[in-house]
T-cell receptor, first 113, second 110 residues
Framework: DAGVTQSPTHLIKTRGQHVTLRCSPI?????VSWYQQVLGQGPQFIFQ???????GRGNFPDRFSARQFPNYSSELNVNALLLGDSALYLC????????????FGPGTRLLVL | QKEVEQNSGPLSVPEGAIASLNCTYS??????FFWYRQYSGKSPELIMF????GDKEDGRFTAQLNKASQYVSLLIRDSQPSDSATYLC??????????FGQGTELSVKP
């Protein structure tokens, strides 16, 4: 079975631009979560979606937004990029019950110049 | 105080030794605890989860949970150079968010 997939794998943007990252969960998984991981730190929670509804939001500015589609895939959008947004963006999927194991995709590495 | 704390390391152990990785958490109501391994440049992969006090063993890995002390640990027996990675402790808080520690870098020397 295919695992969590993310696209693109790498991305270079300049300050002020907008970026869209995409994620497809494991087949049968209905929940997707997004994390930001900067070098030397653990992943930091951004959003969780379940059945197209936002279930949780981390401490990130409104420049960050996300959505989930009927096929359970998800997009993370970041507007007005800052240098500090450079990070590895991780998507994780789970079946959907609270406090379940999350399985991570390979991530998208974003560099903002 | 951080919600989940780990020693950043690096922790260096000789091949064949036991590596002990520790994690403390602040939310006393937390119920679910996870250990992930992350190789350099890769994404986290699940090693183990534990929900109940005590020990849980899976091959060379043992997770230990003590909710009274708000402490969870991971033991790796017969450490191999391929175990060299960053180990991430993750805990669900009562708000339902999965919170990660900063990770402990483990180096297993041949």
């Amino acid at each position: 079975d295919a695992g969590v997939t993310q696209s693109p794998t790498h991305l270079i943007k300049t300050r002020g631009q907008h970026v869209t990252l995409r994620c497809s969960p494991i087949s049968g998984h209905k929940s997707v979560s997004w994390y930001q991981q900067v070098l030397g730190q653990g992943p930091q929670f951004i959003f969780q979606y379940y059945e197209k509804e936002e279930r949780g939001r981390g401490n990130f500015p409104d420049r960050f937004s996300a959505r989930q589609f009927p096929n359970y895939s998800s997009e993370l959008n970041v507007n007005a990029l800052l240098l500090g947004d450079s990070a590895l963006y991780l998507c994780a999927s789970s079946l959907g019950a609270p406090q379940e194991t999350q399985y991570f995709g390979p991530g998208t590495r974003l560099l903002v110049l | 105080q951080k919600e989940v704390e780990q020693n950043s390391g690096p922790l260096s152990v000789p091949e064949g030794a036991i590596a002990s990785l520790n994690c403390t958490y602040s939310d006393r109501g937390s119920q679910s605890f996870f250990w992930y391994r992350q190789y350099s440049g890769k994404s986290p992969e699940l090693i183990m989860f534990i929900y109940s006090n005590g020990d849980k063993e899976d091959g060379r890995f043992t997770a230990q949970l003590n909710k009274a002390s708000q402490y969870v640990s991971l033991l790796i027996r017969d450490s191999q150079p391929s175990d060299s990675a960053t180990y991430l402790c993750a805990v669900y808080n009562q708000g339902g968010k999965l919170i990660f520690g900063q990770g402990t870098e483990l180096s297993v020397k041949p």
